[in-house]
């Protein structure tokens, strides 16, 4: 096991704890297993990775509309999907110390990838490996529903079973018909959705990674059947290019193949972008998926619940159920996942001393992530200047989420803003009420510019949107 990488996840988690991005769920009762909460600038920093989502697949795609739909859902779509007989993993127990894993990851930590078609038909052979914990003997796998169930009305009874939703996009495939008539679309398009999914994870772990709640952002393109193939590659495309554009380095990101027996029986192609993250030695792990789903949705949800979800062909006039092309991508795994590329240490010299240098913590992340977009600093708590400073930050925080800071020296707040990925900090210095100026310093280039308090807002239009 790589120290480095260990110790590089290890300080993230702690960066994100002290500096208020995630804490663990319910600490003060002792915390809840894999549970955890976004602070302050964690929820300005998802919020901001949702809506660089939604901007790029909805508000820029004129053939791509949003949908909410509800947590709570009928329980025969459950049923429909598959989810209800299909949607499980195989749970193993150590005879010994009690501990539970999936059998299929005790498997793949051997390099061995599970056939789900064979796991179907035979049960998973574990007689040559030991409980990784202690080294006692396995229990045979048995079947683990990974659908969290619930009850609606004051009754616990089988009539009251309801579930939460596993998956977003159940939501979407059942809503195709209202939203194909009440907006007046025509094939290809799409549906966009970001919600929340639970699962009942056997083994959850690696932080936010993987999580019994979590956040999905989720589209579902809906096209004629001899279209797919092509949809297919253009959003594969398109969602590596997203990464990218928001700052991860390429050479971090890769994409992979589901393997034939790894894929789903219905699935005509599934790929999914992994990213290489510090957990263990440097581990590739999934972060979004993009699946060719043919027409097996639609298809189930039209046999179970009566309704015609076919649409017509203009030319031809002949009936068809359209095939789906899903992009899938987690709220909550694209948030880490820009936190660990962002995350950087540089060495710097302490005080007048060349040969004295300390390490200090920069998050550089893209400028449409940044929970905070500029920090106001005054360079003295005292007036005139804290009013000064005041009125700058009055100015833009109707614009932008800023920060205003008068705590410490000045070099220990630029760190701070470093530490949480500010791209702009601004001093008002003792001569801007002569001048009309502030001193901008970017937290990339460490250049200062001198601006005028008037043209600021301006300024940092331009710069915010390079």
């Known amino acids: 096991m790589s120290k480095t990488k260990d110790n590089k996840m290890e300080k993230i988690v702690s960066l994100c704890k002290r500096r208020g991005f995630i804490f663990p769920s319910s600490e003060i009762y002792g915390g809840f297993a894999s549970c955890y909460d976004y602070g302050p600038l964690g929820v300005e920093l998802k919020n901001n990775v949702k809506k660089a989502w939604w901007k790029t697949m909805v508000q820029e795609n004129s053939d791509v509309v949003g949908l909410d739909s509800s947590i709570l859902m009928h329980p025969k779509i459950w049923e429909a999907s598959g989810h209800i007989e299909g949607f499980t993993d195989p749970l193993v127990d150590c005879k010994s110390c009690k501990r539970r894993f999936r059998a299929d990851h005790l498997l793949e930590g051997r390099g061995i990838k599970p056939d789900l078609e064979v796991q179907r038909e035979a049960p998973l052979d574990l007689t040559t490996i030991k409980c990784p914990e202690c080294g006692g003997e396995l229990t045979a796998p048995r079947t683990f529903n990974l659908l969290m169930k619930t009850y609606i009305g004051p009754v616990e009874d089988e009539s009251a079973l309801a579930y939460l939703r596993g998956e977003t996009c159940q939501g979407i495939y059942v809503n195709f018909p209202n939203v194909l008539e009440s907006q007046r679309l025509k094939l290809p398009f799409g549906i966009a959705q970001i919600g929340k999914a639970f699962r009942n994870e056997i083994t959850p772990g690696n932080f936010t990674f993987r999580t019994r709640e979590f956040e999905q952002m989720e589209m579902q393109w809906f096209c004629k059947p001899e279209t797919a193939a092509k949809y297919f590659e253009d959003w594969r495309a398109r969602r590596m290019n997203w ?100 995350y950087e240490e540089v060495e710097t010299r302490s005080g007048d001393d060349e040969a004295k240098h300390e390490t200090e913590v920069v998050l550089r992340l893209h400028k449409d992530l940044a929970p905070i977009k500029a920090a106001v600093l005054p360079l003295s708590k005292k007036e005139p200047l804290s009013a000064q400073a005041r009125a700058v930050f009055d100015r833009l925080k109707t614009r932008w989420q800023c920060q205003y800071d008068e705590t410490g020296s000045i070099g220990k707040r630029y760190r701070r803003q470093d530490e949480i990925g500010t791209p702009y900090c601004i001093t008002v210095d003792f001569e801007t009420g002569t001048d009309q100026a502030v001193t901008v310093r970017d937290r990339d280039t460490m250049q200062q510019d001198r601006i005028k308090v008037a043209e600021l807002s301006a300024y940092l239009t331009e710069k915010l949107a390079a």
């Open 243 to 342: 990464y990218l554009k928001l700052g991860v380095d390429k050479d971090a990101l890769r994409w992979r193949e589901h393997a034939a027996g790894e894929r789903a029986f219905y699935a005509k192609a599934a790929w999914d972008i992994e990213m290489k993250f510090p957990f263990g030695d440097g581990e590739w792990k999934e972060v979004a998926g993009v699946h060719n789903r043919g027409d097996w949705d639609l298809s189930r949800h039209s046999k179970f619940s009566g309704a015609d979800l076919s649409v017509r062909d203009e030319v031809t006039k002949e009936k068809f159920i359209p095939y789906i092309v899903e992009t899938s991508d987690g709220a909550d795994r694209a948030t880490l996942a820009f936190l660990v590329n962002a």
